[in-house]
């Protein structure tokens, strides 16, 4: 199988790899509606891909991903219709990572912010670099916990520092992420090449119908939760665009971002 027509990611097949690469240089690889869609596609069609085992997400330059590329209000036609699409949207990306039955492993090369910290939750295996840093701002934003960190994030890292994280807007470091379980392993950036991604590789080489059975059985008492959960954190986050307390929260922080 081919991976073809990606445009606002990566995503190349590298021996039993797929490989899937934040890539938008001019926005510190901040994920649009395409880039939500392209990962929603990749993380589906490899499902159906025998020859790849495991699936690596990562970024491409300094940052993971500064999250959600947020469109200026005025560039949009009919506000509702835009919002219920995205969060629908959304709701699929999630959702693909749910039944996605190749091992995921995110692979941490920087400053992860929102998305690209939810997502590390929802991976089979995540790594990280000493540089990384991991945010939530979902309150100073008048928004609510996304990609089923509302569940996952507690289970993790225990429910005190979970709420530091989702609700407080604190910020981990990568040896933070490590002391709490968020991350398994912290490497030098030196060593990416040299280290990290030989032994993934050599990871990719296990008996693959194995693989999947293990995946399997350890998310088993899990998917469902995590179903009930994209469910419910969807129709939350939908309301709370509609809320003024979100709507002054994006003006101030457009106001901050146009002084910077």
Not at 34 to 53: C, I, M, P, S
Not at 57 to 86: Q, R
Not at 128 to 151: D, H, K
Not at 171 to 179: I, T, V
């Amino acid at each position: 199988m081919s991976y073809l027509g990606y445009k606002a990611l990566i995503v190349q097949k590298e021996g039993k790899l797929l490989v899937i690469k934040f890539h938008n240089p001019a926005k510190k690889n901040c994920l649009n509606r395409d880039g939500y869609g392209e990962l929603t596609r990749a993380l589906t069609e490899v499902n159906d891909d025998d020859e790849v085992t495991i699936v690596v997400i990562t970024g491409v330059g300094e940052y993971f991903t500064a999250g959600n590329e947020l469109t200026p209000i005025h560039k949009i036609n009919d506000v509702e219709a835009y919002i219920k699409e995205s969060n629908d949207n959304f709701k699929k990306m999630v959702t693909s990572f749910i039944n996605c039955n190749k091992l995921i492993f995110t692979l941490v090369n920087g400053p992860s912010i929102g998305i690209g910290t939810t997502i590390v939750a929802l991976s089979d295996v995540a790594w990280c670099v000493e540089e990384a840093t991991f945010l939530t701002p979902f309150s100073r934003l008048g928004l609510v916990p996304e990609a089923c960190s509302s569940f996952t994030f507690p289970l993790i890292m225990g429910r005190s520092k979970a709420t530091e994280v989702l609700v407080l807007n604190e910020k981990l470091s990568a040896q933070e992420a490590y002391h709490f379980h968020f991350v398994s392993r912290i490497f030098k950036l030196s060593e990416l090449d040299s280290v990290v991604w030989p032994k993934i590789r050599e990871y990719s080489e296990l008996p693959p119908t194995s693989m999947r059975e293990c995946k399997r059985l350890i998310n088993f008492s899990l998917r469902e939760s995590l179903k009930r959960v994209n469910d419910e954190e969807c129709e939350a986050l939908y309301k709370r665009f509609f809320d003024e307390e979100f709507i002054q929260a994006i003006m101030k922080f457009n106001t901050r971002k146009s002084k910077l």
